[in-house]
Structure formats: C-alpha cells, structure tokens
T-cell receptor, first 110, second 116 residues
Framework: KQEVTQIPAALSVPEGENLVLNCSFT??????LQWFRQDPGKGLTSLLL?????REQTSGRLNASLDKSSGRSTLYIAASQPGDSATYLC?????????FGAGTTVTVRA | NAGVMQNPRHLVRRRGQEARLRCSPM?????VYWYRQLPEEGLKFMVY????????ESGMPKERFSAEFPKEGPSILRIQQVVRGDSAAYFC??????????????FGQGTRLTVV
C-alpha cells in the first residue's frame, strides 16, 4: 500500500523567502506525481505534474523535482508572496489511483 | 471547456437523512473518481467509475455508501442514513483515460457535507 508523507506539516516564512516543500512515498512504481494547491474551503488546483521518467518540471516560480528511486519529490517556490499562502498537497499515481499526503500549510508573512 | 462541476457546494443533513452528491466530469472525460477529505486529514480514495461501470470501490465504506455513473448524466455519490462521522469534504476528479504517465487528474470544487 502506497504511503505518502509531507514534511513539514506547516511552514511560516517572510515574504520574499524561497519555500522548500518535501514529499516522500514508499512505493517507487508510480506513473506520475502531481502537486496541488488547496485554499481554505476550496478545491484542488493542479500546479505541476511530473511523469515517472522525468526529473523535474518548472512553471513560473515553481519547480518540482522527482527522485523516483529514493521515493522523494521536492517543490520549490521562489520569492514567496502572501498570495502563496495555502496548503500544498503531493499525490502519486499508481495506475489510476492517487495517494495523497496530508499536505504542508504555508503562511507567507507580508 | 468547463472544469469538473460538483453540486451542491455545501450540504447540510440531519442524522438519518440521505445525502446525494453530484459530479459532472470535464467534457470528453469518461472516468470519474471520488475522494473524501476528513477534517485535518488527507484525501482518501473512495471509488473509481467509468460510464455504467464501477471499476474499484475498495475505498468506500461497505454500508450506506454507493456510487454510480450512468450513461447519461452526472456521477452520483449517495450516502444513506448519514451520521456525524460522514461530515467531510467530498471531491470528484475526472480523467480522459486509464492511468498513464501523462494522465493528469482534474478536481472539482468539492461538496462540503455537514451532518447535524
């Protein structure tokens, strides 16, 4: 059974600082890994998808890396802004099923 | 192209009543997944459906919960005789095909069920 862990559970940084969010998973036989953003009381917004054969993906200030053999992914957010405050979820796909971590709640202080 | 549409967004039910949650997948998507997010917990897989077929319901409680995805119309998650522990956010996702390395899941805004 796939287990996904996200560390830290919460993070508070001043505006402008870079963010590093970690995700680990137990079974490396994955199809892909997806990072989502969830605002309080809202749905999930897909940020980045990394296919199992890829090492990283970039979108604007976001960069995600994947080391499948060690079961790890890292999401980097450069030059954080107050609007980046949200919960970030990592999910790995095994065939059709997504397994989620519990998330990292980020607060960016102005 | 509208995204995944869920309704209602908020649902309040008294204990013992039935709750019906609806999900319309993105246009062109024939695969629907339901996930539940309990307070302070991560999202948990409940059920995977294709049109008129339940593919995997391993995450669904054995009693009181059922799901369907008819040939016409939205997917329905039905909870009979709700209890306080059913209070959660229920999310629907859709995809165009079986899982591949490039398959991306698109989620709806969720239905927040409160049982009073």
């Amino acid at each position: 059974k796939q287990e996904v862990t996200q560390i830290p559970a919460a993070l508070s940084v001043p505006e402008g600082e870079n963010l590093v969010l970690n995700c680990s998973f137990t079974d490396s036989a994955i199809y892909n890994l997806q990072w989502f953003r969830q605002d309080p009381g809202k749905g999930l917004t897909s940020l980045l998808l990394i296919q199992s054969s890829q090492r990283e993906q970039t979108s604007g200030r976001l960069n995600a890396s994947l080391d499948k053999s060690s079961g790890r992914s890292t999401l980097y957010i450069a030059a954080s802004q107050p609007g980046d405050s949200a919960t970030y979820l990592c999910a790995v796909r095994d065939d059709y099923k997504l397994s989620f971590g519990a998330g990292t709640t980020v607060t960016v202080r102005a | 192209n509208a995204g995944v549409m869920q309704n209602p967004r908020h649902l309040v039910r008294r204990r013992g009543q039935e709750a019906r949650l609806r999900c319309s997948p993105m246009k062109g998507h024939s695969h629907v997944y339901w996930y539940r997010q309990l307070p302070e917990e991560g999202l948990k897989f409940m059920v995977y459906l294709q049109k008129e077929n339940i593919i995997d319901e391993s995450g669904m409680p054995k009693e009181r919960f059922s799901a369907e995805f008819p040939k016409e119309g939205p997917s329905i998650l039905r909870i009979q005789q709700v209890v306080r522990g059913d209070s959660a956010a229920y999310f629907c996702a859709s995809s165009p095909a079986f899982g591949t390395v490039s398959t991306e899941a698109f989620f709806g805004q969720g239905t927040r069920l409160t049982v009073v």
